[in-house]
């Protein structure tokens, strides 16, 4: 079986050793009452891979789908996230994440900003915390075997290049989720984190609900010419640039044909074309933050 004909089976292998899957569901915005059936379609239709979140309020229900689905633990990869306001309590974040899940571990635990928001105070950073003392928390994680990986998300060159930098950061990132898609390409921070050795996963990588990215005329022609949906074509760019991707939907159809990547692939001059597209926007800022966390240029 080529490279190119087993999308839906490739893995990425992180620095620690473990296999990561290319594509998986993202849960993000997500309706209660809808996700766990979602997980559940996606792990019936193949996927192995779930993405969630403490802060997006669904891993019990996610955990309730990859139960019902009926799938083994062990062939499933279960990403979850720290929330912001528990910053100082990583070890009871994680503990309320596995019970939310009903899970003994996940394969990979992310701190989902890089900002200690005060829980008293969501307008507020902790004056005496920062990322850099969370991730000395998540370190102590590593062995407990509550976690298999590490790893960050929203973290530009910038605030990698402090984390990275401090004595304190003994246990490297195994991943960086970033948001990727043709008009938000971050072709530096994805060129860091491969020099670092940082895996990447693409988030919003459908440019989100009702991106401008589907009136791109090049997407559009692009994706009428291989027969293919615009948003198969954004999946398979992703996948062929190296990272692995969280596409999010709740209906069962549109999860299978995020699914349908295998026997088909996109040229080198179809990846050059979707690689140019000159429109730039980002679904995801930061100003709901208490601090700023993206920094000049993140988006190129």
């Given amino acids: 079986m080529s490279q190119h004909n087993a999308h839906t089976k490739k893995t990425y292998t992180l620095a620690t050793g473990d296999k ?27 996927y192995r891979y779930i993405d969630t979140a403490l802060a997006y309020g669904n891993e019990a229900e996610v955990g309730e789908g990859v139960k019902a689905a009926g799938v083994p633990r062990e ?10 306001p ?14 939310n899940l ?8 992310l701190m989902h900003w890089p900002c200690s928001t005060d829980p008293d105070d969501l307008k ?18 590593v062995g407990t075997g ?23 950061c003994k246990i490297k990132p195994a991943v960086n989720q970033i948001e990727l898609h043709p008009n938000n390409p971050s072709k530096k921070l994805v060129t ?8 990447c996963t693409g988030y919003s990588c459908l440019g989100s609900t009702d991106s401008p990215l589907y009136k791109d005329a090049t997407l559009l022609k692009l994706a009428e010419a291989k027969g293919k949906t615009p948003q198969q074509c954004l999946l398979q760019w992703g996948i062929q640039k190296g990272w692995d991707v969280i596409p999010k939907s709740v209906t069962a159809s549109r999860i299978e044909a995020n699914f349908d990547l295998d026997g088909w692939w996109l040229t080198d001059e179809e990846v050059d074309q979707l690689d140019n597209l000159k429109d730039r926007f980002k679904v995801c800022g930061d100003d709901w933050l208490p601090i700023k966390v993206f920094h000049e240029g993140a988006i190129e």
């Fill in 192 to 199: 860091y984190c491969g020099e670092k050795g940082i895996h």
């Fill in 146 to 168: 509550k976690v298999r990986n590490i790893g960050v998300s929203n973290f530009d060159i910038v605030n990698l290049e402090k984390l990275l930098n401090d004595p304190s």
């Fill in 75 to 84: 062939q499933l990869w279960i990403t979850t996230k720290l929330d912001n």
């Fill in 124 to 141: 507020k950073h902790y004056p005496d915390w920062n990322f850099i003392d969370t991730w000395r928390e998540m370190q102590k994680l």
């Fill in 20 to 46: 990561m899957p290319a594509i998986g569901l993202g849960t993000w915005q997500s309706s209660p009452g809808q996700v766990g059936e979602a997980v559940k379609a996606a792990i019936g239709a193949g």
């Fill in 86 to 99: 528990w910053h100082k309590r990583v070890a009871e974040g994680i503990d309320t994440s596995l019970k």
């Fill in 102 to 109: 009903g899970m003994d571990y996940v394969d990979l635990y």
